[in-house]
């Protein structure tokens, strides 16, 4: 069963730093391009950041570029999302997700047919 699972998720203060990772696990993600999502209470789904398959394409939506970083390694199955300089709007469920068979990323999340169950992200001001 081909499966995302994400952890590093927890309540940090706001300026703080918090380490995102995705497991993947049930087929290699080697040829995926991957991205990363979020979820505030009472908003929509929104792209966070994304990642092609070979790690040498990233891009950012304008309200995180600069303080999150996202990286991935294909010997592990893992991606990553770095976040520092945290702020309160940066409160959401976090997702991981991949693009199958899709070499290059996309912003759109409709784009992406495997999803994680999501960690929670809590920045206190």
């Known amino acids: 069963q081909v499966q995302l699972a994400e952890s590093g998720g927890g309540l940090v203060q706001a300026g703080g730093s918090l380490r995102l990772s995705c497991a993947a696990s049930?087929?290699?993600?080697?040829?995926?391009?991957m991205g990363w999502f979020r979820q505030a209470p009472g908003k929509e789904r929104e792209f966070v950041a994304t990642?092609?398959?070979?790690?040498?394409?990233?891009y950012y939506a304008d309200s995180v570029k600069g303080r999150f970083t996202i990286s991935r390694d294909n010997a592990k199955n893992m991606v990553y999302l770095q976040m520092n300089s945290l702020k309160p709007e940066d409160t959401a469920v976090y997702y991981c997700?991949?693009?199958?068979?899709?070499?290059?990323?996309?912003?759109?999340?409709?784009?992406?047919?495997?999803w994680g169950q999501g960690t929670q992200v809590t920045v206190s001001s």
């Open positions: 997700a991949a693009r199958k068979g899709y070499l290059t990323s996309s912003s759109n999340s409709d784009d992406y047919a495997t």
């Open positions: 049930g087929r290699t993600f080697n040829n995926d391009a």
């Open positions: 990642i092609n398959w070979s790690g040498t394409s990233t």
